[in-house]
């Protein structure tokens, strides 16, 4: 999605980027796992058609994805963007007949960034940027329904199930933002500083180059 294309969203604990080329082979290496294929119902890809997709998935107007980045590694310009990467999020508009309806999707690829909060951390930040620059007014979460960790970091959040696929194995939970969710969503705001992407990726070009 282009709308996404120079933004940087920065929390307390990660700093989520636009999925760019250089994110590509890191992300290759992820979905080599049987668990995260499984995990995020994928397929797959040979490494070109990984570059397809990730093209694709910026110039598409429906899907707008953001790379998960370590801060505090991150922070650290001696360390390669690539090498601060922990997972993705990604909102799809999956209902041409309303874009007000988006599907979220949190993937914290790497295991050592696990439990400790930071799939809760993103999908409010993700929540918040659906509401404020996209217009979403209804959130969607597909889960596998042994995913249990993942079901319930969603509850907390407010979401609540609404159907069970027993053939996909699957629950999808949803949450309406109506003036109490968009409150809290007010409340987390101040969580996500924006910054020019552009810039910032400068600036640590110039700090590591010194």
């Not at 290759?28 to 668990?35: C, F, I, N, R, Y």
């Not at 159907?163 to 987390?188: I, Y």
Request: aromatic residues 6%; hydrophobic residues 35%.
């Amino acid at each position: 999605m282009k709308i996404n294309e120079n933004t940087l969203l920065e929390g307390h604990a990660v700093v989520l980027v636009p999925y760019n080329e250089n994110h590509v082979p890191r992300y290759h290496e992820w979905m080599k796992s049987p668990e995260l294929q499984q995990l995020t119902a994928s397929e797959p890809l040979t490494l070109e058609q990984e570059y397809d997709m990730q093209r694709s998935w910026r110039e598409d107007t429906d899907k707008c994805t953001f790379i998960i980045l370590d801060k505090q590694r991150w922070a650290d310009p001696s360390v390669e963007e690539e090498q601060c990467m922990v997972g993705d999020v990604n909102i799809f508009l999956t209902d041409p007949t309303d874009p007000s309806l988006a599907e979220l999707e949190v993937m914290i690829a790497e295991p050592s960034h696990r439990g400790r909060g930071i799939g809760k951390e993103v999908t409010r930040m993700m929540m918040c940027y659906g509401v404020s620059k996209l217009g979403v007014k209804k959130f969607q979460a597909k889960i596998g329904l042994d995913n249990e960790i993942s079901i319930g970091m969603f509850k907390k959040l407010h979401f609540h199930e609404a159907s069970v696929c027993k053939v996909f194995k699957e629950v999808t939970l949803e949450m309406a933002v109506d003036e109490c969710a968009r409150t809290r969503m007010l409340g987390d705001a101040p969580l996500a500083k924006e910054r020019d992407y552009r810039q910032a990726r400068g600036n640590r070009r110039e700090q590591a180059s010194q």
